[in-house]
């Protein structure tokens, strides 16, 4: 088995222009590399302000291998901390989300940190004096070591000390988070309490790349849409959010070649840049209204027309800002992925832009509903299959042009096109043969 580690040119030999070696998918020791020199030094979504909004409340999870915990600070911020106290390494806090008060207390040895991750106290203060413990790596708290922004209420860490700015790294993506809370009419989102968490046996990449696959829903959605159209037409009292929801789904491989697309540099993507399948849904009265008094004719408008099928911050984040859902992938293994799936409420609109995503997220995104069933099955044979013995490679050929290669901001006109996919790969790539200590 080929060794990866320490050998650049073994890794380059996995990305073609438009194929992808097995082992990106299947490499435990590709997954370790992917922590340590793609997750480290991005800029991972970590959480939404509006979870903690009091002083003390704090939520915990797993970023890259990293335990950590997003907190309110007394001076009203949100800070991200290594949830790993610095006198002997146990876990700060256990529970999933809580409130700690304007102190966090280690039940190991009773360190105490302020919550902005600052040591406070250790116990048995005397003992330290003249032990150098000022001048120790301990002695800086629980701080994360890349940084912390947070973006209109959306937080985002780095966890290495190398890399891009987060505005240089996310670019111009990030006008997909202005329209997401420029739909609320108070420029303020409220994430929809719990969310739609599913493990999936399968390498994240693939859930990625299909995110931006608009060939597949015409074959692999087939039975969602064709059911959509039967209930439609024989129940008077069916849901109309779940049937404008459902129904776009069958919509043909024309429909998605004139969508629209772009690339933007560092593997993140926005698919619809023309239109999506969001884009028919009804009007909400009186809504429009709310955000021009808020926002002004001309920028409620754009806000309006702005519906993209799917908006991708690599590597781990994709938005839908109508309706207002995220997915936040969180790789375990190589071949075991978490999916979170949040919905929000866009302050003081309409309640039904609530229900818009909640329905969207079950209805799509459950485990248990009928589209999520279809792609979970596909991904999981997926991871399965490319262990077998045979051709060791996933094409990605589709509408390849050698020009694309010169652009790492590219618009084009065909959906369809794999060169979304394309560019998350050459961002891997990027990475990956960029060695620990530099920034990629």
Not at 119 to 140: E, I, P, Q, T
Not at 214 to 243: K, M, N, W, Y
Request: with cysteine; net charge neutral; hydrophobic share 40%.
């Amino acid at each position: 088995m080929t060794s990866y580690s320490d050998d650049v040119k073994a890794i380059t030999k996995l990305i073609s222009h438009n194929q992808i070696h097995r082992d990106v998918y299947v490499s435990e020791e590709i997954f370790r590399l992917e922590n340590e020199r793609l997750f480290a030094r991005s800029w991972l979504y970590v959480g939404h302000e509006s979870q903690v909004p009091e002083v003390g409340d704090y939520i915990t999870l797993d970023l890259a291998g990293s335990p950590v915990i997003m907190i309110r600070h007394t001076d009203g911020s949100v800070r991200v901390l290594i949830n790993r106290c610095a006198h002997k390494g146990a876990g700060v806090l256990s529970e999933p989300c809580g409130n700690t008060g304007r102190v966090l207390r280690c039940p190991y040895h009773a360190w105490c940190y302020k919550t902005d991750g600052s040591l406070l106290a250790v116990s048995l203060k005397a003992d330290y004096v003249n032990s150098g413990l000022d001048k120790s790596v301990a002695s800086a708290g629980l701080s994360v070591p890349g940084g912390v922004e947070a973006y209109r209420g959306f937080v985002f860490a780095r966890l290495s000390r190398k890399g891009l700015s987060f505005r240089e790294y996310f670019g111009e993506a990030l006008f997909a988070l202005d329209n997401m809370v420029d739909r609320s009419p108070e420029g303020k989102l409220q994430i929809a309490g719990s969310c739609i968490r599913s493990t999936i046996r399968c390498n994240w990449k693939m859930y990625l790349e299909n995110v931006n696959d608009t060939v597949h829903p015409i074959s692999t959605h087939e039975s969602a849409a064709a059911t959509a159209q039967t209930v439609g037409h024989e129940f008077r009292d069916a849901d109309p959010t779940a049937l404008e929801q459902l129904l776009p789904f069958g919509a043909g491989h024309d429909f998605y070649s004139k969508m629209g697309a772009r690339v933007l540099p560092h593997g993140h993507s926005i698919l619809g840049t023309n239109f999506s399948i969001h884009t028919g849904y009804s009007d909400i009265p009186g809504y429009k209204q709310l955000l021009e008094k808020a926002h002004g004719e001309k920028r409620a408008g754009e806000i309006l027309s702005y519906s993209p099928q799917n908006v991708v911050f690599y590597p781990s984040l994709a938005t839908k800002s109508s309706p207002q859902v995220m997915r936040v992938l969180r790789p375990l293994s190589a071949g075991l992925t978490q999916l979170e799936v949040w919905a929000f409420q866009p302050v003081g609109a309409p309640e039904i832009m609530l229900k818009r995503g909640l329905t969207y997220s079950r209805l799509v995104f459950s485990p248990t509903s009928m589209v999520a069933h279809d792609d979970i099955h596909l991904f999981e044979s997926q991871q399965a299959s490319l262990v077998a013995a045979g051709n060791p490679w996933v094409n990605l050929q589709r509408q390849f042009n050698a020009a694309e290669l010169e652009h790492g901001d590219y618009l084009f006109e065909n959906g369809n096109n794999e060169l979304l996919m394309r560019n998350q790969y050459r961002a891997w790539l990027a990475s990956l043969t960029t060695p620990v200590g530099e920034a990629a």
